[in-house]
C-alpha cells in the first residue's frame, strides 16, 4: 500500500484561507505558491492520475497577474486571490481541453469559460488543470473515465471516489488546496469523503450550470472541495450566485456561508437539533463506517446538537428513482454528441451516410456506462414505458422531497453516512454496475429533492483505517447551515 498524501510542510499542507492570508501579506507570491502545487502535481500525479491536463503556464501567467495587482498596491480580487485551483474537466475552458473524461470530447476547446470558470478567474485563482471524472460524471469510482481511473492517495489501489475523485485525490495528495466537482448523485459528496477533504453540494440552482457539460440537468450542481470548512465556504461565495445565462438559476442573495463555518469553529452547536435518518443507520454496513458514524454523532452531542431520530421511508426508493430519471435526462442530453457538431467524428471518408457516421462516432466515442445509460433512458421515455417508469420515478422523487420537508419540521439538519463503506479497490466493482450503484445510496435523495449537502471528513475507520465522512442536509437555501454545523464538527474533532 503506497500512500501520496498530503506533505505535513511547506506550502502544499496549508489551507487555501492560510495561503491567501500570506499571499495578500506579501509574506510569499501566487507564483511561488502556484509553483509548489505544480511541483507536487509533476512530483505524485504519475502515480494518482488526479489530471488530465496541467496548464502551468497558464497557472503561472494567473498568479503573475495577482502578484502584480498587490504589488501596485490593489485590493485582492476575493478572498482567496493567488490561491490555486483544480477544475473538474466537465467544466468548459476558453484555455485548456474540456472532454468530460470521453473520447467523445477528446481535442475538444470550447469557445467560452463556463460562468463557475469565469468566476474563479475574476476572483483571481490560478488554475492549475483540469481534473479526472467518470465519463460525462456517469460513475462512481472515476473507473469509467476513457483515460483511466484516478488513485487514492491513501492507497493507490483503491479508489478516490466518482465521479469527481481526480478533483478530491488533488485535494488530499497536496496537490491543490482548492478544487470543484459537479454532484448529480454524489459525485462532490463520495469522492471527498473517501479522501478526508471536504466537499459540498450547493442548493440546487445557486451555482451557474452555464458551461458545465450536462449529465441530468435537474439533478447537476457544481460545488466547492476543500481539505477545510472555512475554504470551502470561501470558494462557495466565489461561485455561487445569480446566472442569467442558467434557467434554473437563482435569483436570490448567496446564504452567508463564510460567517456560518466561521461562527460555527468556535464549536458550539447547543440549540442545534439534528436528525438521524433511520433508513441510514443499517445493519450489514461495513462495521467501522458504522461505528464511527456513531461516535460522530455523539461528538454532536457532546458539543450541544440534540439528536432527533427522523423517518424517511422513501429513501429506500430513491436508488430506483434515480437511477430511472438520471439515465432519461441522459439519453436527452447526450444526444447532442453526434459527431457534427463537437469532438469526434468517426467514418467522414464520403462512403458513409451522416446517420451512419453518427452512428460510428457514437459507437467508438461512448464508453460502456455512457451507452447502458442512454440506451436504458431511451428505453424509459419510450412510448408505452413513459408513465410506468419516467412518471413514476418522478412521483417517487415528490415522495422524497416531502420526507425531507417532514424531517425538517422537527429539526434543523440532517446526519447520516456519505458511504455505506470506505474507498473500495479499483476494479472490484467495474463489472457490477448494480454493486457500484449501490454505493450512491446515501447520497441520492438530497439531489432528488434538490437540497444543499456537505460531506466533512470524520476520522478513518478502525476497521480498514481509510477515511470516512459524515454527511450533513440542510433544506433548500439553508447551505450556512451546513457550513456552521460542518465547522463546528471540523473543530469538535481537532
Ligand atoms: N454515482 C452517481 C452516478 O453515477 C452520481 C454521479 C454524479 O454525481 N455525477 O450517477
Known sequence: MTTYIKPEEGLTSLSAAELAAKIHAGEV???????????????????????????????????????????AGEKPASALAGVPLALKDIFTTTDAPTTAASKMLEGY??????????????????????????????????????????????????????SGG???????AGQAPLGI??????????????????????????????????????????????????????????????????????????????????????????????????????????PGVMSNYHAALRQLEEQGAQLVEVDCPHFDDALNAYYLILPCEVSSNLARFDGMRYGKRVGDDGSHSANEVMALTRAEGFGPEVKRRIILGTYALSVGYYDAYYLQAQRVRTLIAQDFARAYEQVDILAAPTTP?????????????????????CTLPLNLAGLCGMSVPSGFAEDTNLPVGLQLMAPAF?????????????????
Open 166 to 172: 481526480g478533483t478530491s485525490a488533488a485535494l488530499a
Open 421 to 441: 463503506t470506505t474507498a473500495f479497490k479499483l476494479g472490484e466493482k467495474a463489472e457490477d454496475p448494480l454493486a457500484m450503484y449501490n454505493f450512491d445510496l
Open 181 to 286: 466537482g459537479t454532484d448529480t448523485g454524489g459525485s462532490i459528496r463520495q469522492p471527498a469523503a473517501l479522501t478526508n477533504t471536504v466537499g459540498v453540494k450547493p442548493t440546487y440552482g445557486t451555482v451557474s450550470r452555464y458551461g458545465l457539460i450536462a449529465c441530468a440537468s435537474s439533478l447537476d450542481q457544481g460545488g466547492p472541495c476543500a481539505r477545510t470548512v472555512l475554504d470551502t465556504a470561501l470558494l462557495h461565495e466565489v461561485i455561487a450566485g445569480h446566472d442569467r445565462f442558467d434557467a434554473t438559476s437563482v435569483d436570490k442573495p448567496v446564504a452567508p456561508v463564510v460567517a456560518a463555518a466561521r461562527e460555527g469553529a468556535s464549536g458550539d452547536l447547543s440549540g442545534v437539533k439534528v436528525g438521524v435518518i433511520k433508513q441510514f443507520d443499517r445493519e450489514g454496513w461495513q
Open 478 to 494: 439553508a447551505d450556512d447551515r451546513l457550513y456552521r454545523v460542518g465547522a463546528a464538527f471540523e473543530a469538535g474533532r481537532a
Open 29 to 71: 507570491s501566487s507564483r511561488e505558491v502556484t509553483q509548489a502545487h505544480l511541483d507536487r502535481i509533476a512530483e505524485t500525479d504519475e502515480a494518482l492520475h488526479a489530471f488530465l491536463h496541467v496548464g502551468a503556464t497558464e497557472a503561472l501567467a494567473a498568479a503573475d497577474a495577482v502578484d502584480s495587482a498587490l504589488a
Open 109 to 162: 476547446r470550447a469557445p467560452y469559460d463556463a460562468t463557475v470558470t469565469r468566476k474563479i478567474r475574476e476572483a483571481g485563482i490560478p488554475i492549475l488543470g483540469k481534473t479526472n471524472l467518470d465519463e460525462f460524471a456517469m460513475g462512481s469510482s472515476t473507473e469509467n473515465s476513457a483515460f483511466g481511473p484516478t488513485h487514492n492517495p491513501y492507497d493507490v489501489e483503491r479508489t478516490a471516489g466518482g
